[in-house]
């Protein structure tokens, strides 16, 4: 059996968003393997499946690049150690430069980009220059390019969301789904894209749920699947229901509209980057005391 650290059930809550004693009896009645007990939670409370938004932790920036011609955009994220520094104009500029690079030059991977010539110098020397400017780590993550003769749109949150959209369609669809993106955050364009493993896990989850409500096998059933096509709802860019008219999907708004989404992006600043470790043990003691008081 695994050790059931505060680490453990910390990361628990974070994806489940339940409470530090629940997501430890959870751990404890499944011997400390964490994706059974983020499974049994969400049997036991409805429980949401975990997003890999609320694992967002380290600071940054995205950069963003539209060619003059509409054919080439491009997203870059780059990270640095904190919010204060991801304000710094310098930094800002960093990485507008480093979207533009990767629009005009196509880079392979982040050592390619690393090794291109930004003016004077090469883009990993101009990185070295900032760090030792600013007096904090910042690093290329990753990026993003599309060329393409259909259109382009993007749609930039401040600075922590970036989103790239392919379309074919008028502008405003673009702009239309490249807001709804942003906001919605879907995990895959349509439902022939989801993982088989994801959906047999989704659906072992809801046949739990279904047993435990009592209910007679076929209601269950019905209850499964309609469980399923939420989920399915929920996670699919063209399932999703459209943020401008919740009466119609995402799907039928470009239907009705008479446009196609080709492909889509987008970055959220730190997305999945552990963040350094906050003081949990301290907010474990402090709710033991007050439980004892």
């Known amino acids: 059996m695994a050790e059931i650290t505060a680490a453990l059930v910390k990361e628990l809550r974070e994806t489940t968003g339940l409470g530090m004693m629940e997501c430890k009896k959870a751990l404890v009645e499944t011997a400390g393997d964490l994706k059974a007990a983020e499974d049994l939670l969400r049997v036991k409370s409805g429980a949401k499946a ?4 609320g694992r967002i932790a380290a600071e940054g920036v995205i950069g963003a690049y539209l060619s003059t011609d509409g054919r080439s955009a491009s997203l870059v994220e780059v990270n640095c150690e904190t919010d204060f520094v991801a304000k710094n104009t310098d930094f800002l500029a960093f990485a507008s430069e480093l979207a533009q690079l990767v629009g005009e030059h196509n880079p392979s991977d982040v050592a390619a980009l690393a090794a291109l010539r930004a003016g004077d110098a090469t883009v990993e020397a101009k990185r070295q220059a900032l760090v030792q400017k600013i007096g ?8 993003h390019r599309v060329h393409t003769a259909a259109k382009l749109a993007q749609y930039l949150h401040g600075v922590k969301i970036g989103v790239l959209v392919e379309f074919e369609g008028d502008d405003e669809v673009g702009k239309d789904l490249a807001m709804h993106i942003a906001f919605a955050k879907p995990q895959f364009m349509s ?4 993982a088989p493993e994801l959906l047999a896990r989704e659906r072992e989850v809801l ?22 096509n939420k989920f399915l709802g929920e996670i699919t860019l063209l399932g999703q229901p459209f943020i401008k008219d919740d009466k119609l ?3 039928k708004m470009l239907a009705a509209r008479k446009a196609k989404l080709l492909s889509y992006q987008y970055f959220v600043v730190g997305e999945g980057i552990e963040k350094k470790a906050s003081d949990f043990a301290a907010e474990v003691a402090a709710q033991a005391k007050a439980a004892a008081a």
């Open 207 to 228: 046949a739990a749920r279904a047993r435990e409500s009592g209910k007679p096998a076929n209601i269950a059933e019905k209850m499964v699947e309609g469980g399923l």
């Open 136 to 143: 904090e780590n910042l690093s290329i993550r990753r990026f």
């Open 50 to 53: 975990s997003k890999a938004a």
């Open 191 to 194: 439902r022939d894209q989801v």
């Open 249 to 251: 999907t995402v799907e």
